[in-house]
T-cell receptor, first 116, second 117 residues
């Protein structure tokens, strides 16, 4: 079965640089979530989109922005990167309000971002 | 506010032993979902189970079983006859039942399970 695809899988950036993480949800899933997992931490919710509209917002820094496109893929843009942004970034998708099992979020493999 | 507590930070058992991972949650919502996710050393988050707050039936899937007790706000996870491949960090999680928008998941701090050969 198709899973959530995230790219790139690994990313190394310097401080103050920008990064863009991409997420391709499971086909027919219209809801996308972004989470950040620091070393030894639990995943923390950043932001979610339902039908291309921002749905909920968590502890996402103002330096970060995200959007969901017409094909339902999503991008997380991170600017002025800081050392503390080094983390595993997960994207998850769910069928949203229209689907059975609507609230089960299936996670992608994650993008490991290292800021030097 | 919602909160998930996994008091066991690390557990280490010998292969073939049974092990139970504890999870206690707090929520003011009457309707919610509970989850368990597994995170093996490779890093991905693997969905294991979801329970609706209205469904307190215990569930068994192979060597895995879950005990949901609303009266004590607990959702414990038991692995029977553990295997080395079960070694991972296990997260218990909670989300509100969606009304008009996508509901975020609140994770516990995780329990690192090590199965020794």
């Amino acid at each position: 079965a198709a899973g959530v695809i995230q790219s790139p899988r690994h990313l190394i950036k310097e401080k103050r640089e920008t990064a863009t993480l991409k997420c391709y949800p499971i086909p027919r899933h219209d809801t996308v979530y972004w989470y950040q997992q620091g070393p030894g931490q639990d995943p923390q919710f950043l932001i979610s989109f339902y039908e291309k509209m921002q749905s909920d917002k968590g502890s996402i820094p103002d330096r970060f922005s995200a959007q969901q496109f017409s094909d339902y893929h999503s991008e997380l843009n991170m600017s002025s990167l800081e050392l503390g942004d080094s983390a595993l970034y997960f994207c998850a998708s769910s069928p949203g309000l229209a689907g059975v099992g609507q609230d089960t979020q299936y996670f992608g493999p994650g993008t490991r971002l290292t800021v030097l | 506010a919602q909160k998930v507590t996994q008091a066991q930070t690390e557990i280490s058992v010998v292969e073939k032993e049974d092990v139970t991972l504890d999870c206690v949650y707090e929520t003011r919502d009457t309707t919610y979902y509970l989850f368990w996710y597994k995170q093996p050393p490779s890093g991905e988050l693997v969905f294991l189970i979801r329970r609706n707050s209205f469904d307190e039936q215990n569930e068994i899937s192979g060597r895995y079983s879950w005990n949901f007790q609303k009266s004590t706000s607990s959702f414990n996870f038991t692995i029977t006859a553990s295997q080395v491949v079960d070694s991972a960090v296990y997260f218990c999680a909670l989300s509100e039942y969606p009304n008009s928008s996508a509901s975020k998941i609140i994770f516990g701090s995780g329990t690192r399970l090590s199965i020794r050969p």
